[in-house]
């Protein structure tokens, strides 16, 4: 039965995995199936109520602010397709979970790794549960290779600071991927309070 399913597409930034959510869902739609999409409304990257990927495809959304929202927009579909799985509460496991049981077919993107290279949101209990999980990978914007499993961010050009926000929505201008040799993360905020923590031990001896 093509229900009680769960397939989770993720990687980094640039890797295709909006344009792949998008795939599977225009053959949901030309198989006859009651499809519904949703978007978290912080990724305010598509200017409507619309999901796009960097080729330029893209397909009608449902913009939410609380995974528990998903549960009343989707009731009459039979396959469900979630856009940035990441960027939702943590409700989102038991969400999934519901949806499934109901026998619901779900279709989901998103980044397993934040820009600090460590697990995203609830991504990590979500591939736990997923029946299939594909793992797509990008090509580095610096050295060209075709595995590039990390996702740089960038401020003015430059790699951000591990303390950065968590969350900061941008595009090409603000993310590029990169592979694990060429993926930075500079610590110069941590540099400067270890730095003022021996200047001040200093002066007290």
């Given amino acids: 039965m093509e229900g009680y399913s769960f397939e989770l597409i993720t990687g980094p930034m640039s890797c295709g995995k909006t344009e792949e959510l998008?795939?599977?869902?225009?053959?949901?739609?030309?198989a006859k199936k009651k499809v519904k999409v949703i978007s978290p409304d912080v990724d305010t990257r598509a200017k409507g109520d619309y999901i796009e990927s960097r080729n330029?495809?893209?397909?009608?959304?449902?913009?939410?602010?609380h995974s528990m929202q998903i549960l009343s927009a989707v009731k009459d579909a039979e396959v469900v397709a979630i856009d940035e799985l990441q960027f939702f509460d943590s409700n989102i496991v038991?969400?999934?979970?519901?949806?499934?049981?109901?026998?619901?077919?779900i279709i989901g993107?998103?980044?397993?790794?934040?820009?600090?290279?460590?697990?995203?949101?609830?991504?990590?209990?979500?591939?736990?549960?997923?029946?299939?999980?594909?793992?797509?990978?990008?090509v580095c914007m610096k050295c060209g290779c075709e595995h590039a499993t990390r996702t740089q961010?960038?401020?003015d050009g430059k790699p951000a600071d591990k303390s950065?926000?968590?969350?900061?929505?941008?595009?090409?201008?603000?993310y590029e991927a990169r592979c694990i040799k060429c993926y930075e993360l500079?610590?110069?905020?941590?540099?400067?309070?270890?730095?003022?923590?021996?200047?001040?031990n200093f002066s007290k001896d």
């Avoid at 038991?94 to 077919?105: A, C, F, P, R, S």
């Avoid at 929505?169 to 603000?174: C, F, P, S």
């Avoid at 500079?186 to 021996?198: E, M, V």
């Fill in 109 to 138: 993107t998103g980044l397993e790794l934040d820009f600090k290279a460590e697990p995203f949101g609830s991504m990590p209990e979500l591939m736990c549960i997923a029946t299939k999980v594909d793992k797509l990978h990008a």
């Fill in 22 to 30: 998008l795939r599977r869902i225009r053959r949901c739609i030309i």
């Fill in 153 to 155: 961010r960038l401020i």
């Fill in 164 to 174: 950065s926000p968590l969350i900061m929505i941008g595009g090409d201008e603000t």
């Fill in 56 to 65: 330029g495809l893209w397909l009608d959304a449902i913009k939410v602010k």
């Fill in 186 to 200: 500079p610590d110069i905020q941590g540099k400067k309070k270890s730095l003022g923590l021996k200047l001040l």
């Fill in 94 to 105: 038991k969400v999934i979970t519901q949806l499934m049981n109901e026998g619901k077919k």
